[in-house]
């Protein structure tokens, strides 16, 4: 237990220190635009537009390899929780489960639309993810613990984003099997004429053989048992 304590801590702790880390960048490059130049109206746009940033942290960055997924801290939790229900390193470590997840939920509902990452685009990924938002309520609930209200609203969100999408998915490949199935039925004449012409020119040709065989059937026997054939 203390072991899997120690691991939910270390992973809390970097991604404490990745997120202040974060939250200096964009408080940087915001403070980097001095008011004086802006007029008010664009600074209430600034002030909005840095609000948006703290709160979705690094949302629109891609991947990086070597970053913590949900999953893996919720394994930690789960074996936590399991060993030791009221562990303190458990209410930092679901509240990042949620963190992650909300970012996962919305980094994979974007991309799936895009359609540009091969990962995404079949929607695989997305469905994965989605099937992720009953673990953290299940953690939740065994450590008894609550997601803060904010997080917890925005997960929800992003889970119906997620599921609308899908959703639109679906009906998009009805349609393309839909178009397929009367762009055949459309060709089912030509279809058909194709295939009597085949049916008939490997006739003609059966005949030709059998001809020929008879031919030189005909040729090969004794001068006088030729026949008619």
Not at 74 to 82: G, I, N, S, Y
Not at 90 to 114: S, Y
Not at 178 to 186: H, L
Request: glycine fraction near 4%; charged fraction near 30%; hydrophobic fraction near 35%.
């Amino acid at each position: 237990a203390d072991r899997r304590a120690a691991i939910v801590r270390d992973i809390v702790a970097s991604l404490d220190k990745s997120e202040a880390a974060q939250s200096r960048q964009a408080t940087g490059r915001f403070e980097s635009r001095t008011s004086e130049e802006l007029p008010p109206q664009r600074q209430d746009e600034e002030s909005q537009s840095k609000e948006q940033v703290e709160k979705e942290g690094d949302d629109d960055d891609e991947e990086d390899v070597d970053q913590i997924e949900f999953r893996t801290l919720a394994v930690k939790c789960q074996e936590l929780v399991r060993m030791r229900p009221s562990a303190q390193e458990l209410e930092p470590g679901i509240r990042w489960c949620g963190k992650l997840l909300l970012k996962e939920l919305r980094i994979a509902g974007r991309k799936t639309e895009l359609q540009k990452d091969i990962r995404y685009a079949d929607g695989s990924r997305l469905n994965s993810i989605l099937s992720s938002s009953a673990v953290i309520d299940s953690l939740a609930k065994d450590a008894q613990q609550r997601l803060p209200l904010q997080l917890h609203a925005d997960i929800r969100t992003a889970c119906k984003k997620g599921q609308h999408l899908q959703r639109r998915m679906v009906w998009k490949d009805v349609l393309k099997a839909f178009r397929m199935v009367c762009f055949v039925k459309e060709a089912l004449p030509w279809v058909a004429v194709s295939n009597v012409s085949s049916t008939l020119a490997t006739a003609i040709s059966t005949l030709t053989l059998h001809y020929r065989a008879e031919v030189l059937q005909s040729l090969t026997k004794p001068k006088g048992s030729r026949g008619r054939f």
